[in-house]
């Protein structure tokens, strides 16, 4: 069985995900976390839940998703995942972070490319990549079918959808991303996105006023 946690980091309140099943090996999504305060607070939930991290998975690269990925790969010695769309945003992300004003380690820690179709594998649980660009071109889901559960990042929100007027957004290819690729799924799966609160894809499909 799957058990995630969420913790929201930075201001822009990106939401990371800590996954693990029943082996106790986990990954982190999107970790997003600004400074060591930030890092602390995974690194305590790790430690007192006895959690073994074996990777760090990226929706995509904007820096806010990725303001992290070194420091957690140095506490832990991960490697990073990110569709290579999206590799050089997350390689600039130090940069892009300087503009508004924060401060984020270079990613130097060793990054795979991850696919359409391909999975991502940890303790006993298998997780499906979906590639979603709309949002940016590498936008990725990672889906587990047997517990209905979709992390999206930021191609879908509740009640709204992720911006396209960022470099490599594309508002009809996100449309079509979230049509083809997320509607089809279980209306029961519950979907956890990189800023807000979880919702269903059947709630998003009957309510969504980006999807009517």
């Known amino acids: 069985m799957v058990n995630y946690k969420c913790f929201y980091f930075n201001e822009l309140r990106v939401g990371c995900y ?36 074996v990777k760090i998975l990226l929706t995509h690269g904007h820096f806010d998703h990725v303001m992290g990925v070194q420091g957690v790969a140095d506490k832990w010695d ?7 769309s999206d590799r050089n945003f997350a ?3 130090h940069e892009s972070c300087s503009y508004f004003g924060f401060n984020m380690k ?4 060793e990054m795979l490319n991850i696919s359409d179709n391909s999975t991502i594998e940890f303790g006993t649980t298998k997780f499906k990549v979906l590639h979603t660009p709309g949002h940016t071109q590498g936008s990725v889901c990672f889906h587990y079918k047997k517990q209905k559960l979709l992390f999206c990042g930021d191609t879908l929100f ?5 911006r396209t007027d960022l470099p490599g957004g594309n508002y009809d290819q996100l449309i079509e991303s979230i049509t083809q690729k997320l509607l089809s799924l279980d209306s029961a799966t519950r979907a956890m996105p ?14 969504n006023p980006f999807l009517g």
């Open 18 to 53: 800590l996954i693990w099943d029943d082996t106790r090996e986990c990954v982190i999504v999107d970790p997003g976390c600004k400074d060591d305060n930030e890092l602390g607070r995974l690194e305590k939930f790790v430690e007192e839940n006895s959690l073994t991290p």
């Open 78 to 84: 991960l490697k990073a995942y990110i569709h290579p």
């Open 91 to 93: 390689l600039s992300a």
């Open 106 to 109: 270079p990613i130097t820690c």
């Open 158 to 162: 509740a009640g709204s959808i992720g």
């Open 194 to 207: 990189g800023h807000g609160p979880e919702t269903t894809i059947g709630y998003e499909y009957s309510t």
